[in-house]
């Protein structure tokens, strides 16, 4: 049973260019959500998706997208990088109360 | 407002002696689930334990177990006959019933000497 696989693993941008990040949950999940970790803290919530609508948001600017597919992968997609956004980017799937998480991709905003 | 605090920067402990992870939360929530998360060096956030608000007794997995102190809202994790391969960052998180995000604690690193 794989478990919950992001893509890519690394990925470096440029300041003002656009990312597309992608997850695909755990066999049986239906709920993605997505997590921001800055160097040296926690995770922070970005958005969840559930049935293809988001259906909570944290406190992330307009810039952070995303998507949910019908198989319950999901896309986050960021706009205009800021060098603030250079992170580990998490994504979580759950069917209940238990979130887990897949590997991470790292995002350096140059 | 929601918090979770993780008081433990950082810690060292002997190998094959057990060791209490500290985490308190603040919520006016009823309904709440609290996690516990182990980060290697490699990122990936690995699930180690659950606990409900509303269950009676200490949640446990192998190795690990919660000690769930409610009136004091606190929530600690404690690892017994620890192994050098424990060694990593290890969050605190609270969930609320209401919605599905989770908040996580600022982490405690811990380090398990030979």
């Known amino acids: 049973d794989a478990g919950v696989t992001q893509s890519p693993t690394h990925l470096i941008k440029t300041r003002g260019q656009q990312v597309t990040l992608r997850c695909s949950p755990k066999?049986?999940?239906?709920?993605v959500s997505w997590y921001q970790q800055a160097l040296g803290q926690g995770p922070q919530f970005i958005f969840q998706?559930?049935?293809?609508?988001?259906?909570q948001r944290g406190n992330f600017p307009d810039r952070f997208s995303g998507h949910q597919f019908p198989n319950y992968s999901s896309e986050l997609n960021v706009n205009a990088l800021l060098l603030g956004d250079s992170a580990l980017y998490l994504c979580?799937?759950?069917?209940?109360?238990?979130?887990?998480f897949g590997p991470g991709t790292r995002l350096l905003v140059l | 407002a929601q918090k979770i605090t993780q008081t433990q920067p950082g810690m060292f402990v002997q190998e094959k002696e057990a060791v209490t992870l500290d985490c308190t939360y603040d919520?006016?929530?009823?309904?709440?689930?609290l996690f516990w998360y182990k980060q290697p060096s490699s990122g990936e956030m690995i699930f180690l334990i659950y606990?409900?608000?509303?269950?009676?007794q200490n949640a446990t997995e192998g190795r690990y177990s919660l000690n769930f102190q409610k009136a004091r809202k606190s929530a600690n994790l404690v690892i017994s006959a620890s192994q050098l391969g424990d060694s990593a960052m290890y969050f605190c998180?609270?969930?609320?019933?209401?919605?599905?995000?989770?908040?996580f604690g600022k982490g405690t690193r811990l380090h398990i000497l030979p």
């Open positions: 919520t006016s929530d009823p309904s709440y689930g």
């Open positions: 066999s049986g999940h239906d709920t």
């Open positions: 998706y559930y049935e293809e609508e988001e259906r």
């Open positions: 606990q409900g608000s509303y269950d009676q």
């Open positions: 979580a799937s759950s069917y209940a109360e238990t979130q887990y």
């Open positions: 998180a609270m969930r609320m019933n209401r919605d599905d995000k989770i908040i």
